[in-house]
Structure formats: structure tokens, C-alpha cells
């Protein structure tokens, strides 16, 4: 598993949410 930063990682989470709600 890789770890992020907590910005990055909160933007890869907001997009993830976006293509879900699509």
C-alpha cells in the first residue's frame, strides 16, 4: 500500500467521489 499525503490523498478521495456519483 502506498501512503499519501493528506492533500493528495483528499483529492484522490473528492474525484473518486465524483466518478461514484456519475
Do not use: Q, T, V
Not at 492533500?7 to 478521495?13: G, L, N, T
Amino acid at each position: 500500500m502506498l501512503h499519501f499525503s493528506p492533500e493528495k490523498r483528499a483529492r484522490f478521495y473528492i474525484l473518486r467521489r465524483c466518478i461514484a456519483m456519475l
